[in-house]
């Protein structure tokens, strides 16, 4: 208070005008504190004294906000305006001014991250501003405010995680052994493989050596049957082309016989033909040539008979013109005369000219026949060409099959020398295969050699293992006994807690019994002043609770309790007495599992008369304070 009250005399002095103070922000980082009035000024303060007075609006301001990390200062202006002020100050001053409050401004705020700005008003509003630098980026949070690295865990849960890693650690343990267990009847199983694998390795050894020689045989046997089958083949190969020879030996010279024989037939045929032919065609001219002399002639003596005819009607013309001049009467009737005459000639004529176009018809109709005839005649030659030419190929197909038979003979020439060379292949596989089986009789002998000694120890690891299994056999029935006793152990636990349980039961009751029984003896103290009504609280008390006999009830059961409980005592001490002479007995035998099943029946044990002891203690605890209770209560 003392170094705050000097910058106030000095800020006083200072100033011209009287300023209400507004706010004091004091940064962190070094800089000078500030001082914001009414009177609308900003003042540094250094050494009691004002150093600077930045004039920010002209205006009242009301609230001042400064950031945690001194990089923000707000004011707030009149009318509820919003002043965002570039820290530290400089002349001239920068700010931003927003507008959202209509009325003054009364409280304004930064969240601890600096990340939004609260402000309130007059006018009932708040306004939330969510703050970020002018280039947009998001301001930083401060070092001071980060996230715990440390949880807290509840006492009940590390209990139950304590307890799930010890039934984990005990489970390993039965697992173990279990596995260990697991491994040994896995050798056993192995040991039982590998001799039956030994036994099938032996037995196929065997069945190699009986296919070996059956092959073998098979191989001689084969061989034989290659050979006569061969040698059969080779003897019907030689017969059958001795046959096929002959046969086509035959058939070409009666191919070739029927060949010259079609030949000569075919070339008397054509002589035939072309005698024929010449001799049609010789008849042909010769009476073509008579019929076109014949015509000639007739068309010659027609043509001259009608020259003549002409000449006539030329003259009877000129004499009928004679005649016309000379007789003029007689003309018409001589001109009809000659006029039917001449046209009996004409009709003659024209009847004479029918019957020889009739005969030129007749004529021609003989010339096309005998050309049909040529062009029969014609065909008939092509025909017997192309039998000739079928000839051709008949016998064409026929050298064709003669190559091909010659081709099929050096074709079962080559397979026979294919068959020669495999029978060497097969003797040369069969000297290979001999080689092989005198190799696999010596490894024969050489694993027998080997197997000997390892059926030897098989048999030593048989016994052992029976050994072993006696012993096993013998740990078990003792873990079953130790089982059984434990089983038992444990009911009688189970059974002495129900009883522990039943006996707190009792013991809350009788303390519910006495705290309401000490309740009442207040109440009654209270009435001592008053001695009619305290005898009669304490007859009523005496009739409500029945002291004496609840009192001696609860004494004999806590005293049965206590015997039954030295008695379980005893029992469990005669039990684990008998459980170590019997691992004492069973130590030589069962050295190395036996010592472990002690240890376990040890730890057992153990941890019985720790819970016995404890139970004991217990009661002996409860049964003290009820007498100590009691002794208070009377």
């Not at 939330?128 to 807290?152: N, Q, V, Y």
């Not at 008979?305 to 009737?333: M, T």
Request: proline share 1%; charged share 35%; with cysteine.
């Amino acid at each position: 208070m003392s170094g705050t009250s000097p910058q106030a005399i000095g800020l006083e002095r200072s100033s011209p005008r009287r300023a209400c103070l507004q706010g004091l922000p004091l940064p962190r980082r070094g800089s000078l504190p500030m001082e914001f009035g009414s009177d609308g000024l900003v003042r540094e303060i250094s050494n009691s004294a004002v150093v600077r007075a930045v004039d920010i609006v002209g205006e009242k301001l009301d609230c001042v906000v400064l950031s945690r990390s001194d990089l923000m200062l707000f004011i707030a202006g009149a009318n509820g305006s919003v002043i965002s002020l570039k820290f530290p100050l400089v002349e001239p001053s920068e700010f931003n001014e927003y507008n959202m409050h209509s009325q003054t401004v009364t409280k304004m705020r930064l969240t601890h991250d600096d990340q939004m700005l609260i402000t309130c008003s007059e006018d009932g509003t708040v306004c939330l501003w969510k703050l970020s630098f002018t280039e947009g980026r998001a301001i930083k949070m401060d070092k001071d405010f980060t996230h715990t690295s440390e949880i807290l865990i509840g006492k009940e849960d590390l209990e139950d995680k304590n307890h799930t890693i010890k039934d984990l650690t005990q489970r390993m343990h039965e697992l173990h052994t279990e596995h260990s267990y697991q491994t040994r009847q896995n050798e056993v199983a192995h040991t039982d493989k590998l001799k039956e694998v030994h036994a099938s390795y032996c037995q196929a050894i065997e069945e190699l050596k009986e296919k070996n020689e059956q092959l073998e045989v098979d191989h001689t046997q084969e061989m034989n049957n290659i050979n006569s089958d061969i040698a059969k083949l080779k003897n019907a190969h030689e017969e059958s082309l001795h046959t096929l020879e002959a046969s086509y030996n035959a058939k070409l010279i009666v191919e070739y016989d029927k060949y010259h024989a079609l030949e000569e037939r075919l070339n008397r045929t054509r002589r035939d033909y072309e005698d024929q032919l010449a001799a049609f065609v010789e008849t042909k001219v010769q009476e073509i040539q008579q019929l076109n002399e014949k015509y000639h002639t007739q068309l010659r003596d027609k043509n001259v008979q009608l020259e003549e005819l002409h000449e006539e009607a030329r003259q009877q013309v000129k004499e009928h013109e004679e005649i016309k001049q000379q007789l003029e009467d007689d003309a018409d009737r001589e001109i009809i005369e000659l006029r039917t005459a001449f046209e009996k000639e004409l009709k003659e004529e024209r009847e004479n000219m029918t019957k020889l176009r009739g005969e030129t018809g007749v004529m021609r109709k003989k010339y096309v026949s005998s050309q049909k005839e040529i062009e029969e005649s014609k065909h008939q030659i092509h025909t017997l060409q192309q039998e000739q030419i079928k000839f051709k190929q008949i016998i064409t197909s026929l050298e064709r099959d003669i190559a091909d038979l010659k081709k099929e003979i050096n074709e079962r020439d080559g397979t026979i020398q294919d068959k020669e060379k495999r029978i060497y292949d097969l003797k040369r596989k069969n000297q290979e295969l001999e080689k092989y089986k005198f190799v696999l009789n010596y490894k024969i002998k050489e694993l027998k050699n080997q197997i000997e000694p390892k059926d030897r120890e098989n048999k030593e690891k048989k016994e052992q293992i029976q050994d072993m299994e006696v012993e096993l056999e013998n740990l078990q029935k003792t873990n079953n006994s130790l089982e059984l006793q434990l089983t038992e152990l444990k009911e009688k636990l189970y059974a002495t807690d129900l009883e522990l349980e039943a006996e707190r039961q009792r013991n809350r009751e009788n303390n519910s019994l006495l705290r309401r029984i000490r309740i009442d003896l207040h109440n009654c103290s209270g009435l001592i002043q008053e001695p009619n009504k305290l005898k009669e609280s304490v007859r009523n008390l005496y009739h409500k609770y029945s002291h004496d006999q609840e009192s001696a009830s609860s004494r004999v059961q806590d005293v049965d309790a206590q015997t039954e409980f030295m008695r379980q005592r005893e029992h469990l001490e005669r039990t684990v007495a008998s459980l170590k002479r019997q691992v004492m007995k069973g130590q030589s035998s069962q050295h190395g599992e036996g010592m472990k099943i002690m240890e376990d029946c040890e730890k057992t044990i153990n941890l019985l008369k720790g819970e016995i002891q404890r139970l004991v203690k217990k009661l002996n605890e409860e049964g003290k304070s009820q007498y100590f209770e009691e002794t208070e209560t009377q």
